[in-house]
């Protein structure tokens, strides 16, 4: 299973876990694994076409999904998983 | 003998090279050798100073080989001439004497450089970065000639303002229309009690001029739009963005890329903060990042979730060390990196950030940019 990283915005659907496991042989499958786990968090990484929201980046390691394989981009057990939303906070 | 002869036969001695002739090819290395005062006054673009009574001392770290293109110039092309002869005897094959010296460069309209000479006070104030040889007294000038503009003088703003002025930053631009709240003063640590009600780019502003009378604040209280953003960023050499909403965010991005200046972006919530620099058409931008804002109901602001105060702390000095080493031009800046900061573990993390080849701004197909509605675009079409 692999690890993803819990954005604060999106704790709320985790019960306020930082961290969740996941399974899937790719981030598509590690998505759904989290859908099932945590309903109402796959609405918040991707839009109604099933495609990655264009606000929130998914990153394997170091890597960013989009300059990889995306949705099908391969996952191993050991990899962290780190969903990192927009967030527009500075003055506040 | 005379000096008049013995200077005439120094001259017989060395080569002499003209004003136009250093003017059309520049040598490999120009040397000044007059006294600190005279270099103060102006000198030739990309001249070095080393004064003549430290020459022989100090030219073999300078100029290690022996057969570079070397022109010595002075005042008027006595102490070069003579400075020559030296360098000669020393084993420079390749010296030069510029005939005339700068007085004839200046009275043939040539371009003059003219040092920015600090004080004994600022010596003092600057002591510990002089010290460092990636700083020195050439770099703390580049700060001290450096224009900073900060998008937002609030949580990342505070911070980074702080630490700008501190480093000796000349010139200081705040965006924030806003005023002190009381309840701002938990991490804004630019401000103070008794300034609540006071617009926060004034308190800014009274904060650096105690700390360091060296810094020219201008205080832009406005919120920024596209009908001033280019005007208001056209001056400054970098911009250090800590706003607080997705609007202000699209539109610095595009007006930075037209005006082609870097941006050190961050953004903070709850107990999390990211970091990167955005440094046009060499590395990724904001919307190479994020190619579209969250509808509102996905972006929830710190005013509903609450921010750790000392988080803005971390993240905004992060912000100021990129902005000095941009300034500086030293080591590696946060370019194609995005950092992420979380307080809770107390853990860094870097991810890759490519430019993306579709981007709307700034991909080399991308059409020519213009301003737009931005809170139209980020409140979801």
Partial sequence: MATVRIPTSLRKLTQGKEEVQASGATIGEVIASLESSYPGIRARICDESGALRRFVNLFVSAEDIRFLKNLETPVQESDEISIVPAIAGGQC | ?381
């Avoid at chain 2, 040539?110 to 460092?132: D, F, G, N, W």
Wanted: a negative charge.
């Fill in chain 2, 1 to 381: 003998m005379d000096f008049q002869s013995y200077l005439k036969r120094v001259k017989a001695e060395i080569v002499e090279t003209s004003v136009d002739e250093v003017a059309a090819r520049p040598p490999a290395q120009l040397i000044d050798v007059r006294e600190g005062d005279e270099w103060a006054e102006g000198h030739l673009p990309g001249a070095t100073w080393v004064p003549r009574g430290k020459l022989e001392l100090r030219i073999e770290d300078l100029v290690p080989e022996r057969e570079t293109d070397l022109v010595l110039y002075c005042a008027g092309g006595t102490r070069s001439a003579l400075a020559a002869q030296a360098l000669q005897a020393l084993g420079y094959t390749r010296v030069r004497s510029m005939a005339g010296g700068f007085g004839a460069w200046k009275r043939a309209g040539q371009p003059i450089e003219k040092p920015y000479v600090m004080t004994v006070a600022q010596k003092s104030r600057y002591a510990r970065h002089l010290l460092l040889s990636e700083v020195g007294e050439k770099g703390q000038e580049k700060l001290l000639q450096a224009k900073v503009l900060l998008i937002g003088a609030g949580g990342l703003g505070a911070p980074a303002g702080l630490y700008l002025a501190a480093a000796g930053v000349g010139t200081m631009g705040f965006v924030d229309d806003d005023v002190v709240d009381e309840s701002n003063l938990q991490r804004q640590v630019i401000h103070n009690t008794r300034r609540v009600g006071v617009p926060k780019v004034e308190s800014a502003a009274q904060t650096i001029a105690d700390l360091n009378p060296d810094v020219k604040v201008v205080q832009h209280r406005v919120r920024l739009s596209s009908a001033n953003v280019l005007e208001i960023i056209k001056d400054y050499d970098l911009i250090v963005d800590g706003t607080d909403n997705f609007p202000t965010r699209y539109l610095l991005n595009d007006a930075s890329l037209m005006l082609r200046k870097p941006v050190v972006n961050a953004s903070i919530f709850a107990f999390e903060g990211q970091v990167t620099v955005f440094h046009p058409f060499v590395g990724p931008c904001y919307r190479c990042l994020y190619p579209e804002p969250p509808p509102p109901d996905m972006a929830p602001s710190c005013n509903e979730a609450g921010v750790l105060g000392v988080l803005p702390g971390v993240i905004g000095v992060v912000q100021a060390t990129e902005a000095v080493k941009l300034i500086l031009g030293i080591g590696k800046p946060l370019v194609g990196r995005l950092l992420q900061y979380d307080a809770l573990h107390m853990k860094f993390r870097e991810f890759k950030l490519p430019r993306d080849p579709h981007c709307v701004t700034c991909s080399e197909g991308a059409k020519p940019i213009e301003l737009i509605d931005y809170e139209q675009f980020c409140a979801g079409r």
